[in-house]
């Protein structure tokens, strides 16, 4: 099985991009991840930063695509950013969201685990067949039906978290616990708040149909955070993995 991968990364209307991102590959595995800080000066920056290169060392030294090697990448993300908070006394708050995905290209089959409001979704034939729960209290709230899916997007205190990295004790990410089987034409989007908050799903699955390659879907997408931005607009990135077979 083919990957192909595209990404972007902006800083909006913030002064730091506190969002971080980073893929790595061998033969057989591809393990991708995306991650959103949090926790005042230069904190958030550094929380994505360290995640990220965590579960990407992990993954280069034990390249396992599956859920024990999801949970023990995440555990050493989270075990490096509460280390780091101990360090200096503006780490102190420092958090991330994160949402990594690893494919086994060789065999066929995707995993991934999350904690936080940084998504995933599976794309088959241009609609989402699955989508990560935020790990909010908005998103409690829909699950209660107190709030209705549709109105979370605009609410206020939507950034309210349950669970991130960084969180010590409580760290419990969501991992799914056995191996997704992928398609040819599967697409897999993972995108941090700033950017699923101004592009809905329906919207992402219209562009999608009428895009002719994963860059070509990200600057559609792109363009509906742009359209809707606010003046304090928060960072956004978004990465792509779309799955194609191999012609042999």
């Known amino acids: 099985m083919e990957l192909q991968i595209a990404v972007l990364s902006r800083t909006g209307a913030r002064p730091v991009n506190e969002d971080a991102y980073g893929c790595w590959s061998n033969d057989g595995t591809c393990c991708c991840v995306l991650s959103d800080g949090a926790g005042g000066h230069t904190g958030g920056e550094v929380a994505s930063k360290l995640a990220v290169k965590e579960v990407l060392e992990w993954f280069q030294q034990t390249p396992a695509c599956d859920a ?18 101990r360090q200096a006394p503006e780490f102190a708050r420092m958090r991330a969201t994160i949402v990594v995905l690893a494919v086994d290209s060789e065999h066929g089959a995707a995993i991934w685990g999350h904690i936080g409001d940084t998504r995933l979704y599976c794309f088959r ?88 390659s994963a ?19 928060d960072n956004y990135s978004a990465l792509v993995v779309a799955c194609r077979e191999q012609v042999r």
């Open 68 to 85: 024990d090697g999801i949970a023990a990448a995440l555990r050493r993300a989270n075990a490096a950013i509460v280390g780091a908070q």
């Open 215 to 233: 860059e070509a879907w990200l600057r559609q997408l792109e363009g509906q955070v742009a359209a809707h931005a606010s003046a304090d607009q």
């Open 125 to 212: 034939g241009q609609r989402i067949i699955w989508q990560t729960r935020d790990h909010s209290v908005l998103q409690s709230m829909v699950d209660a039906g107190y709030l209705h899916s549709g109105d979370l997007r605009g609410a206020p205190q939507r950034n309210l978290l349950l669970a991130a990295l960084g969180d010590g004790a409580t760290f419990e990410p969501t991992i799914e616990a056995t191996a997704f089987p992928v398609h040819d034409g599967d697409v897999f989007l993972l995108c941090t708040d700033g950017f699923w908050e101004h592009v809905d799903e329906p919207q992402m699955e219209l562009a999608l149909a009428a895009a002719t």
